[in-house]
């Protein structure tokens, strides 16, 4: 039986040589590599930082199997191993010597008049206004009305993703064995005529979230999943929640999350 896997890259230099050389020891140990998503991939390989990390799974719509990051020159969270490492990585992927960190996915059922769109987000979901201007949100929890927000935008992230946006808006960094969500204000507006948490929420994983704009001066917000933006009009409700579909994250056996942190972060 042949073995597939699947290799995709982003187009920097060292990215193309990294790819080049993978296929070829990867060839000579057997595989069968093909740089789109085979029905009978094993695993999925992709070259580049955290923003190719996020793209591969995207692009090959949140595949079952095993998703492995090689880092060439960036921050590299997901991303994780390095070029230098190929042939150790060859080594333990061909002893089963590696750990499968599963990454529950953040789903958003959008609502508008052409009824409901579902995305999901490895990182979060974030709701913000259009055309720079302050968004105002109905947030609810469990059909529990919880505030009013007023300010740039809140950010909903997932465990994994509370190292990313959700870090630079001052939300905590989350183990990732926890299961919950973290909702972070951007710039909420906290003022006799608005107020609203300035801190971040942690959700449970069973919750459910609702958040409503309130249109007072576009019609239209953005959504922005995993950095990339979606633009939609009249839109009536978001519901958003911890989804049954998670990402395989294949790591090292050696993998440390908060050794990790404090390598990147300090
Ligand atoms: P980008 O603009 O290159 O990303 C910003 C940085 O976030 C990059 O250094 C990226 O790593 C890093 N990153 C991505 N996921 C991470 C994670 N889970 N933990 C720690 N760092 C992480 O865009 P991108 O590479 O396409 O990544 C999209 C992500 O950027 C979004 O999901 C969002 O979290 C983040 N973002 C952050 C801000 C902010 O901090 N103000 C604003 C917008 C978006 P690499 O260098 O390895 O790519
Ligand atoms: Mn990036």
Redesign the pocket.
């Known amino acids: 039986m042949k073995r597939f896997v699947t290799i995709n890259s982003n187009q920097v230099y060292k990215s193309l040589e990294t790819k080049e050389l993978l296929t070829k020891k990867l060839i000579s140990e057997g595989f069968d590599v093909k740089d789109y998503f085979h029905p009978d991939t094993e695993l999925v390989v992709s070259i580049g930082?955290?923003?190719s990390f996020?793209k591969t799974v995207h692009d090959f719509n949140f595949p079952n199997v095993p998703v492995v990051g090689i880092?060439t020159g960036?921050?590299?969270?997901?991303?994780d191993i390095s070029p230098d490492n190929i042939d150790t990585f060859i080594d333990a992927y061909n002893n089963n010597d590696y750990i499968i960190q599963g990454i529950s996915l953040i789903e958003a059922e959008i609502f508008s008049h052409e009824c409901c769109e579902n995305i999901y987000a490895i990182?979060?979901v974030v709701i913000r206004g259009d055309k720079s201007r302050v968004i105002h949100l109905d947030l609810k929890v469990n059909d529990k009305h919880i505030q009013d927000f007023g300010g740039d935008g809140l950010i909903i992230s997932t465990p994994?993703?509370s190292?990313?946006?959700n870090y630079?808006a001052r939300g905590s960094i989350v183990d990732p064995s926890l299961n919950l969500m973290q909702l972070t204000p951007l710039h909420p507006i906290n003022t006799n005529a608005y107020r609203c948490f300035t801190s971040s929420i942690i959700f449970s994983s069973e919750s459910i979230i609702n958040i409503a704009p309130e249109y007072r001066f576009e019609n239209s917000i953005l959504v922005v999943v995993?950095?990339v933006e979606h633009r939609f009009s009249d839109v009536s409700d978001i519901k958003i929640f911890v989804s049954d579909i998670k990402v395989n994250l294949l790591r090292m056996s050696n993998y440390e999350f908060w050794s990790r942190v404090t390598e990147k972060f300090l």
């Open positions: 930082g955290d923003g996020l880092n960036h921050l590299g969270f997901f991303a990182n979060e994994t993703g190292t990313a946006y630079s995993d950095g």
